[in-house]
């Protein structure tokens, strides 16, 4: 028991440390306040600001609404920022996938039908869209599809813009 509770001390001992270490510097000039920050790899620079001032807040709000009353067949129209490109469903009609974050707190699972629309082929992590879609929920924030016209002509038909250019 003596063990356990100096083991447990000595934890505690350093997690002190290291918060101390990690403590902000008291100096104004070094804690500017950022409106973005520029993360570097050796792939690609993005620029992360936070949504809420990039997007209206109204833009995106039936999709939240849609969320948070677990609705599904919701035709919605928003905006977000690419986060993740997935490998295309090959399966069947075909259909490129990538999730957006339309908020802090939300994001949606895209499958976009590359047999009846263009495949975005420009797109990347940190681009921004804005779409038109019909939109499935699911706990993890919601499938958009219908990103595209009709062939038929008996659905209302979806979009997807980016880069000045609209896939439909």
Same mark, same amino acid.
């Given at each position: 028991?003596?063990?356990?509770?100096?083991?447990?001390?000595?934890?505690?001992?350093? +997690?002190?440390?290291?918060?101390?270490?990690?403590?902000?510097?008291?100096?104004?000039?070094?804690?500017?306040?950022?409106?973005?920050?520029?993360?570097?790899?050796?792939?690609?620079? +993005?620029?992360?600001?936070?949504?809420?001032?990039?997007?209206?807040?109204?833009?995106?709000?039936?999709?939240?609404?849609?969320?948070?009353?677990?609705?599904?067949?919701?035709?919605?129209?928003?905006?977000?920022?690419?986060?993740?490109?997935?490998?295309?469903?090959?399966?069947?009609?075909?259909?490129?996938?990538?999730?957006?974050?339309?908020?802090?707190?939300?994001?949606? +699972?895209?499958?976009?039908?590359?047999?009846?629309?263009?495949?975005?082929?420009?797109?990347?992590?940190?681009?921004?869209?804005?779409?038109?879609?019909?939109?499935?929920?699911?706990?993890?924030?919601?499938?958009?599809?219908?990103?595209?016209?009709?062939?038929?002509?008996?659905?209302?038909?979806?979009?997807?813009?980016?880069?000045?250019?609209?896939?439909?």
């Amino acid at each position: 028991m003596k063990r356990y509770l100096k083991a447990i001390t000595v934890g505690l001992a350093s +997690l002190s440390l290291v918060a101390c270490l990690q403590a902000p510097q008291e100096d104004a000039g070094l804690n500017q306040p950022q409106s973005a920050v520029a993360v570097k790899s050796t792939t690609q620079t +993005l620029d992360l600001k936070p949504l809420s001032g990039k997007f209206n807040v109204n833009v995106n709000q039936t999709v939240v609404e849609a969320f948070e009353r677990k609705q599904s067949d919701v035709w919605v129209q928003g905006a977000g920022v690419v986060t993740k490109l997935l490998p295309d469903d090959n399966k069947g009609s075909r259909h490129q996938k990538f999730l957006v974050r339309i908020n802090e707190k939300q994001s949606l +699972l895209f499958a976009h039908n590359i047999d009846l629309s263009p495949k975005i082929d420009a797109l990347k992590v940190g681009d921004t869209i804005e779409f038109k879609g019909e939109y499935v929920f699911n706990p993890k924030g919601g499938v958009i599809h219908w990103t595209h016209r009709d062939p038929k002509g008996q659905h209302e038909g979806g979009w997807i813009k980016h880069q000045g250019n609209t896939f439909e």
